[in-house]
């Protein structure tokens, strides 16, 4: 049986910026904030109308393209065989207080060296959070999915230089709320032009998800690097539920 959410072998694996709640106790020190934009605007993402409401206008609201969201995608079983599988592997300690599992081959992207499935255990104990980022283009396909597991949390999407076509000047951000046992994919413009994150506050009790990749066309048929996409995939299929 793997180890407990808030126990671990080593304090914890953060580097350079990044902080949790075990390095800060050690070392003293807060949670390094990044700066925070003189203008904010937040909004919240409706999954029923897709858009975006301002949460201080409700008259204010645009189109907000390339989230899909599945309540209730797997049921409470289904969550319940999952979470006892996943916990049978060992987990390893990853940065801002999170842990994982990695399943595929290992991927340098500033070497351009290589489909990935990863499982992320996030806990309040660590403060275990994710800073905006966006995925690489590279190697992962068009779509990100994530199956969201044991406990509701929210995705913060961001796009610092604002929308100035909508005359939003300063950082915008559209939270996305993410139900027990849903599953979410972005793909389109919240793929490849918002950042996506979650807050330490927004993770409230022990948070499992799923997340998975598929190859970008560079790896597909036709693709410069199409015969290495192949042989990717003939390994994914060989996949025999051991994290590496």
Request: a negative charge; proline letters at 7%; charged letters at 25%.
């Amino acid at each position: 049986m793997a180890p407990s959410p808030d126990s671990s072998d080593s304090p914890c694996a953060c580097k350079g910026v990044r902080r949790c709640l075990v390095c800060e106790q050690i070392k003293g020190t807060c949670q390094l904030e990044p700066s925070v934009p003189e203008v904010v605007h937040h909004f919240l993402y409706n999954p029923e109308t897709r858009l975006a409401v301002c949460e201080d206008a409700e008259a204010l609201s645009f189109p907000f393209p390339g989230v899909f969201l599945w309540e209730n995608f797997i049921s409470e079983a289904e969550e319940k065989a999952l979470i006892s599988s996943i916990d049978q592997d060992v987990w390893n300690q990853s940065q801002s207080g999170r842990r994982k599992q990695d399943f595929g081959p290992k991927v340098n992207f500033k070497k351009k060296k290589p489909v990935e499935q990863c499982n992320l255990d996030y806990h309040p104990q660590r403060g275990s959070a994710i800073d905006p980022h966006l995925d690489d283009s590279w190697l992962w396909g068009e779509r990100l999915v994530t199956i969201n597991m044991l406990s509701n949390t929210t995705l913060t999407m961001s796009l610092e230089q604002g929308l100035p076509e909508l005359g939003l000047g300063g950082d915008v951000q559209v939270a996305v709320h993410l139900p027990r046992r849903s599953l979410l994919v972005l793909y389109d413009e919240a793929r490849h032009r918002w950042k996506h994150g979650i807050h330490r506050e927004d993770v409230h009790e022990r948070r499992v998800c799923s997340t998975y990749r598929e190859l970008s066309a560079e790896f597909l048929p036709g693709g410069q690097q199409a015969e290495l996409g192949a042989q990717l995939l003939k390994m994914a299929l060989s996949f025999q539920g051991t994290p590496i």
